[in-house]
Nanobody
Framework: VQLQASGGGLVQPGGSLRLSCAAS????????MGWYRQAPGKQRELVAT??????????EDVKGRFTISTISRDNAKNTVYLQMNTLKPEDTAVYYC???????????WGQGTQVTVSS
C-alpha cells in the first residue's frame, strides 16, 4: 500500500483547507484510513478515521470543524479527504495519512503535509 498526501499550506485563523491522500496498491485489504497530526514538541495524535464500513471517529477538538470522507474510483485506488474548516492556530501541525489493515504489515503512512494556521 502506498499513500500520497497533499493539500497542506498556510491559512489564516477561521479559514479552510482540504487534505487529500491517495492510496494505491493492495487497497482491497485496507480496513481503516485516517489522518493523524504532529505538532512541534508533541506526540502524533489521531485527528479522524474512517473504516471500510463507513464508521467515522473524530478527535474531540476537531468535531464539528473537520470532516473525513473517502472515494473509491476503482479496485486499485482510493482517496481519503480531510475537509478542515474554522481552522485555529492550534491546528498547526504536520498531518499524516494512515492506512491500517488486519493483515501484516498492518500500518502504512504517507509522507506528511504541513498545515500552518497563522495570521
Amino acid at each position: 500500500v502506498q499513500l500520497q498526501a497533499s493539500g497542506g499550506g498556510l491559512v489564516q485563523p477561521g479559514g479552510s483547507l482540504r487534505l487529500s491522500c491517495a492510496a494505491s496498491g493492495s487497497i482491497f485489504s485496507i480496513n481503516l484510513m485516517g489522518w493523524y497530526r504532529q505538532a512541534p514538541g508533541k506526540q502524533r495524535e489521531l485527528v479522524a478515521t474512517i473504516t471500510s464500513g463507513g464508521n467515522i471517529n473524530y478527535a474531540e477538538d476537531v468535531k464539528g470543524r473537520f470532516t473525513i470522507s473517502t472515494i473509491s474510483r476503482d479496485n486499485a485506488k482510493n482517496t481519503v479527504y480531510l475537509q478542515m474548516n474554522t481552522l485555529k492556530p492550534e491546528d498547526t501541525a504536520v498531518y499524516y495519512c494512515n492506512a491500517y489493515r488486519y493483515v501484516y504489515p498492518n500500518n502504512f503512512w504517507g509522507q506528511g503535509t504541513q498545515v500552518t494556521v497563522s495570521s
